[in-house]
């Protein structure tokens, strides 16, 4: 981002989804697809160079608001949970190592899922800027959020691991999956310039991004080789 390197925060994966970022601060994006001597040794693939947007020369004041409903819900209930009881640190990094966990210091609530309504999808944002003092010194702020819900439903066959006669495959369960899931996302970005004249400028920005995913997976195990008699019957698992 503006010629700086962002380290990745997945502790297996070194890249950044690009859809962490809002459009509305991005001013462009440069694409390198070969490594060049200002680069860092790491980018041997090439790399993406967002460039973040610079205050306006003229005033500006944007206020952008959309929302929708997913098909999907139009037809059941989001099955959902209470995120703000997950305890987002273990008893060893809240506690110490000398600490012993008891049943008491992990959460059990957001295992009780429930159904509700979805509330509508949400995405909305606002920016505002201006130059002062004939032109030199420029604001410029910009915030957003967004909240998705999506979902989606499959089904998984399990087999055995080795096949049966003839070489038949040996089919143990039937698995009938449904996802729903919401993405939440919050952002803020400033940034503030002084230009002394048309070839030095001083400038510096702030951006701050937080980005939630929320999912649920609801899973009806039937399995087909113990208890099963014909349709209708054999073990359940929910």
């Known amino acids: 981002m503006n010629g700086m390197a962002i380290p990745s925060p997945d502790e297996r994966n070194r890249y950044l989804s690009l859809n962490l970022f809002p459009s509305g601060i991005i001013s462009h994006l440069e694409v390198y697809k070969t490594l060049t001597p200002a680069m860092a040794g790491d980018a041997t693939g090439g790399c993406i160079n967002i460039v973040t947007r610079q205050v306006p020369e003229q005033r500006e004041l944007s206020v952008q608001l959309a929302t929708g409903y997913s098909q999907f819900y139009l037809q059941r209930p989001y099955l959902g949970f209470d995120k703000s009881v997950v305890q987002m640190k273990s008893p060893y990094e809240r506690f110490g190592p000398a600490y012993n966990a008891a049943g008491n210091d992990f959460s059990k609530n957001n295992l009780s899922f429930r159904d509700h309504t979805a ?22 702020v910009a915030a957003g959020v967004q909240a998705i819900h999506s979902g989606a439903r499959g089904f998984l066959l399990l087999q055995n691991n080795e096949p049966q006669v003839d070489n038949v495959p040996g089919v143990t369960d039937f698995v009938k999956r449904t996802y729903y899931q919401t993405s939440q996302h919050k952002q803020f970005y400033a940034t503030l310039d002084y230009r002394f004249n048309p070839r030095h400028r001083l400038r510096f920005y702030q951006l701050y991004i937080n980005k939630e995913d929320i999912e649920t997976r609801h899973a009806v195990d039937t399995s087909l080789a113990e208890g099963r008699t014909g349709p209708g019957t054999g073990r359940i698992a929910i």
Do not use: E, I, N, Y
């Open 119 to 140: 509330a509508p999808d949400l995405q909305g944002s606002v920016s505002w800027g201006k130059r002062f003092f004939s032109r030199k010194l420029g604001v410029f």
